[in-house]
């Protein structure tokens, strides 16, 4: 499972690599758990930061924040492996192409017990509704999210909106790439 995520990303950190003609650098979003900004080589490549929270709060106390900070997860605090997925994968990024441009979206807060809370669709599509409003201002080439979610339906259902919004991004170039693994609860 960890491979095949570590595959995914590396995909998507792939596909930023520009042509030799292109003048600009593509951006690679990351919609994860949280970030952790102290370290040096995520300085050294994060753009922008932004939270959206449907339970808990973003660093400023607030479902929504950009800016420095708004992605920070801070570690000493987390008792729940889950939270630092987001550095994991920005990790991955890093190491595919050291000089990527990223912009990262938590979308999954922290309790104050330092376990990671629930969050939804509604924040997915909230994320990629931000990318989409942003994604010529931060010249996005493509979008990676690692995330799991937890449904109680046979199969695994796909909002429209969702769909849309894939659709709206893939149509303008960018690369929208997110992992899957089978519920195990279903399986036989």
Known sequence: MKTKLLTIL???ASLLVAPASANTQKTLVIIDSGINTELDWVKSTLVEE?????YGTCPNGQKFMTGPGAAHVRYQDVKDKAMHHGSQMYS???QVDPNVRVVFIRIVGMS???FANSYTMRSVQQALDWVDANATRLNVGAVSMSIGRSYTEAGCPIEA???ATVRKLTGAGIAVVASAAPNRRHQQ
């Open 112 to 114: 104050d017990k330092g």
């Open 50 to 54: 932004v939270c959206i929270i449907e």
């Open 161 to 163: 909106s969702f769909q």
């Open 92 to 94: 991955v990024a890093t």
């Open 10 to 12: 590396a995909l998507a």
